[in-house]
């Protein structure tokens, strides 16, 4: 199906307006550097780097459109040509976000993976990907590309951080040293691809996702209606750009709505992170019910005694975020995050709480003003939308300009989420009399146990209600009476040791707030929960695991203890 974007009155026409688009054309790298620079705010921090050593380095707008256009001439003078696709391999550098604009100015197509992948996921997305140039380190050159890197047919050029590079391989400190501070940017318009996102596996093998510049409009609309970004807001997403999230609302959003966005090059780690928002004076914190679930862990105590005051908005997205964690984050922050749902598909938050909105902790919110989503029947025959309270397919009426125009390689399966005029997102929820979005698992997940249907969320959020629970995941086992019955995995906060009286205890609290249909029939302790690189729980492990079935692409996984 071709998606047609909505141009004419849709809410976000006021952020095509707000962009350039000189001469009726778009570019993502040009909107979200050089713009600002031409309206002459140059010299404001674009990016405040965070270095794992503890050092701290500004990137202005004006240092950006510079260091953008530089890479784009050293592509260029390489021999690159639109339509060519980079692949950035690396840490959150502040070379990578440079590159990426560099790299949409130049008219190619950005591709971020994660840095910590091993060499086998590279190499098939860049294969699938028919990857042109790779930006990398050269540590992770010499550990994981140079033993195959001549069996990617594509590839022409890889680039190496830093002032030197292995044979064949060219530096790109000296190349940018050399490069011009002026670059004329591509002639790209509002349906030029621009990036390939690829995601998270965990559901299985990873799909490419093609996105168009146009997606830049979507970014600049959502960022200020679903996070509430303006110009200087001090904005930390804690997503890397290896994800979709880490791209649309850790590069392009922020940046085209001129924000100053905190990277750290680090990884979780909670001091650092509480002592970063206090230090940083950060506004508006984008995370993930991961992470929030770590600092719960941790305790009330551990966030004593930081100042969180300048926090103004926290929103959370890739899982579902667990009622308790709402409540606790008022607590601890003052106020909720805020839940939202989209993904690598959708290019752009699709559901929200919105700042200002009354939240209903559990919920996803609702669809953010533009955006028309309806729960609609599984199954063969037309499609029927399905009334308050009943579960069905999350689906959304396609026309937003972010939203994916290909699976690289896979038209079957990419027209697949097209029918009867809607997208059909493969998650399932319901909506209440209110138009607030639950969510209740993704559709290979749901349990269905006695005539019951189960969403896996529901009895995971019971189970973290526990004091001693930190972490569950729930999945459905074959059952000759039952169809399937429940079972749990969870992982215990500090203080707390396995044994059958707490599984017992567990089973308890679980049937008093499930009632004896919908609880687990076992629970099982376990040190760590497998997850994407993400921090998706993948369910369809543990079960493949339970009952020795194959474990299919577990290219993205990255604990790998059940
Ligand atoms: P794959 O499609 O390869 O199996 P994935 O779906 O996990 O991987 P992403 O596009 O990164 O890849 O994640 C999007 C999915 O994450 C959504 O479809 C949904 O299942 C889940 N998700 C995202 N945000 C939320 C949320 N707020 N609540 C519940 N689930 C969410
Ligand atoms: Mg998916």
Redesign the pocket.
Known sequence: MQIEPNRAAAPWAGARDMLDRPGGRLNIGYEASDRHVIHGHGAQTALRWLGKDGSRRDISYADLSRLSSRFANVLRAHGLQQGDRLFALMGRDPALYAAALGTLKAGLIFTPLFSAFGPEPIRTRMEIGDCTVLLTTEAIYRRKIAPWRDQIASLKLVLIVGDEAPEGCVALGPALEGASNECEVAQTDEDTPALIHF??????R??GAVHVHGAAIYHAYSGQAALGLSPGTIYWCTADPG??TGTSYGIIAPLVNRVTMIVDEAEFELERWYGTVERERVAVWYSAPTAIRMMMRAGAEAAKPYDFSALRFLA??????NPEAVIWSERIFGQPFH???????TGGIMIANTPGMPVKPGS?GKPLPGIEAGIVSQGDGPLRELGPGEIGELALRPGWPSMMRAYLHEQARYDKCFRDGWYL???LATRDADGFYW?VG?ADDLIKSSGHLIGPFEVESALIEHPAVAEAGVIGLPDETAGEVVQAYVTLNPGHEPSEALERELRGHARKRLGAAVAPRAILFRHTLPK?R?G?IMRRLLKARELGLPEGDISTLESDET
Not at 339 to 345: G, R
């Open positions: 995601t998270s596996g965990t559901t299985g990873p799909k994800w979709v959370s997205v890739g899982e579902p975020l839940d939202n749902w989209w993904q690598t598909e996803m997102s493969g998650d969510f993704r994407t993400s998706k």
